[in-house]
């Protein structure tokens, strides 16, 4: 018996999708719709031109009906269900009975004023014929899973990404550093709603500390200034991009990893540094917040709140506690983000009733 045809209906094609990608290519016939043209993800892609439509982040896709009807997939997934583009799937997907599944990330309101009015509006449309033909709400984090029900959306489910560890279970990072100081170790964008500041002034006046900032960005100018304004540039190294090999030097020589995104969908390096038996401190607003278990594997810091943020680094001064923590990282991210257990969630949702 040949595999059900599914069709993801995608925006950008992020590197924290790509083993969720491989793990639906197990259980269906995939082809990824999008308008991403720079595409490395090793599934058949179809790539259409887009558009803004009255906002910039409400897209269209030219030719997305003609598309979807070509490939006559028997379950159209969507993510950003408020883009046209998804709408049109909609359409499509109610008009030729196809099933219909929204696979999420959104958590929170637009910032923007404007996109926020234009999402209230959308939604009083939208939501009833939502509710009524999606088969189901996928949600990658719990935060954005308490949000789509919050909205008033029905059949939510929370599937986590799945993440692919090495078979050989790493010495917890940190180990054998011989070091008074205590090794930060961040890896993002240096954009502002990455909250490189918060953590900056948290470690202002702690000494015995010093931070490695690995990434580019149009900000970095300014936060190499910043540093040098509060006294912390000689703590702090700014190490560029990295490749994967270096960044796997890194997560090793470093005590703890941070994340103090001010919005933060997902968040794939935390899996990563808990890969490496790194503890982890990421702000409230980060999506993979869920990897983290308060007090088990790291803590979680109010967003843009530096007192807080230092008050736990205060606490991860113990070595032992650090230790236990990378050991529990190892543990949760190999047991709740199993790419097998994960593939069984998508197979229970999307395919109820199937055989194991």
């Known amino acids: 018996m040949s595999a059900s045809k599914l069709a993801l209906v995608e925006g950008g094609l992020h590197n924290v ?31 259409l031109e887009s558009t803004p439509f009255i ?12 598309a979807l009807k070509k490939e006559d997939s028997d379950i159209i997934s969507v993510r950003a269900y408020y883009r046209p583009y998804a709408i049109a799937a909609l359409a499509y997907a109610i008009v030729h009975h196809k099933r219909f599944v929204i696979m999420e ?6 910032p923007s004023l404007i996109h926020n009015i234009a999402l209230k509006a959308l939604l009083l449309v939208i939501r009833p014929i939502i ?24 059949r939510v489910t929370y599937i986590p990404v799945p993440f692919a560890t090495p078979d050989k279970s ?52 300014q936060l190499e200034e910043y540093a040098r304004e509060s006294g912390t540039s000689d703590r702090i190294t700014f190490a560029g ?3 994967q090999e270096k960044l796997a030097e890194l997560y090793r020589s470093h005590h703890i990893f941070m994340l103090p995104s001010i919005s933060e969908p997902v968040g794939a390096v935390v899996f990563e540094a808990m890969a490496f038996g790194m503890p982890i401190i990421v702000s409230s607003t980060v999506g993979a917040k869920d990897a983290v278990h308060e007090g088990k594997n790291g803590f979680i810091f109010e967003s843009g709140n530096a007192s807080d943020l230092q008050k736990k680094l205060e606490l991860l001064r113990d070595s032992g506690l650090r230790k236990k923590f990378g050991e529990e990282s190892i543990k949760i991210i190999r047991e709740e983000y199993d790419p097998e257990k994960i593939k069984e969630l998508y197979k229970k949702t999307l395919m109820p009733g199937s055989e194991n």
Do not use: W
Request: hydrophobic share 40%; charged share 25%.
């Open 17 to 47: 999708y790509k083993e969720t990608y491989r793990v639906l290519s197990e259980l269906f016939d995939v082809v990824i719709i999008t308008s991403d043209k720079e595409t490395r993800i090793p599934i058949r892609t179809v790539v």
């Open 131 to 154: 509710n009524k033909k999606a088969q189901s709400i996928i949600c990658i984090t719990r935060s954005c899973a308490a949000y789509m029900a919050r909205l008033g959306f029905k």
């Open 55 to 66: 906002i910039k982040s409400f897209r269209h896709y030219s030719g997305i009906y003609a």
């Open 105 to 110: 990330e959104q958590k929170n309101d637009p």
């Open 241 to 243: 991009h990295v490749s």
């Open 170 to 221: 790493p010495i917890p990072a940190g180990t054998g550093i011989h070091s008074n100081n205590l090794r930060l170790l961040c890896v993002a964008r240096f954009e502002a709603y990455k909250g490189h500041k918060t953590l900056l002034r948290a470690i202002a006046d702690m000494p015995q500390i010093h931070l490695t900032l690995a990434g580019e960005g149009v900000l970095k100018k």
